[in-house]
């Protein structure tokens, strides 16, 4: 059964997602704000701080929801591929996902390989 409170919650949570009637620009606010830390000197450490950046700003944000499903997981590699600096390791990330390594475009774990 579906209570008041539940209703209300998820009303809430809608409201809070979306300021001045509008759906934020989840793929221009992410990138501003999912970035590399370029001065951590080993590689890998860099990656797994942008992940986990990338899932703190994602729970700040209340977006969760965008990222659910086959459809959000692929969105959300998306994003990460996008956000990647240098310019160059993002051309090679997307290079690499689109003809070797496929299942990064919709897998967390193999983009975080690929990277």
Same mark, same amino acid.
């Given at each position: 059964?579906?209570?008041?409170?539940?209703?209300?919650?998820?009303?809430?949570?809608?409201?809070?997602?979306?300021?001045?009637?509008? +759906?934020?620009?989840?793929?221009?606010?992410?990138?501003?704000?999912?970035?590399?830390?370029?001065?951590?000197?080993?590689?890998?450490?860099? +990656?797994?701080?942008?992940?986990?950046?990338?899932?703190?700003?994602?729970?700040?944000?209340?977006?969760?929801?965008?990222?659910?499903?086959?459809?959000?997981?692929?969105?959300?590699?998306?994003?990460?591929?996008?956000?990647?600096?240098?310019?160059?390791?993002?051309?090679?990330?997307?290079?690499?996902?689109?003809?070797?390594?496929?299942?990064?475009?919709?897998?967390?774990?193999?983009?975080?390989?690929?990277?």
């Amino acid at each position: 059964m579906v209570t008041d409170e539940f209703i209300l919650g998820k009303i809430d949570e809608i409201i809070s997602s979306v300021k001045n009637n509008s +759906v934020p620009d989840v793929s221009v606010l992410f990138k501003e704000n999912v970035v590399v830390d370029m001065t951590e000197s080993h590689v890998k450490e860099r +990656v797994m701080q942008f992940f986990a950046r990338s899932r703190e700003f994602i729970e700040e944000q209340g977006w969760q929801e965008f990222f659910t499903g086959k459809d959000g997981l692929r969105l959300k590699c998306k994003l990460l591929v996008e956000s990647l600096q240098p310019r160059g390791l993002r051309e090679e990330v997307a290079t690499t996902v689109k003809y070797q390594a496929r299942s990064a475009k919709e897998d967390e774990k193999e983009l975080f390989k690929v990277i």
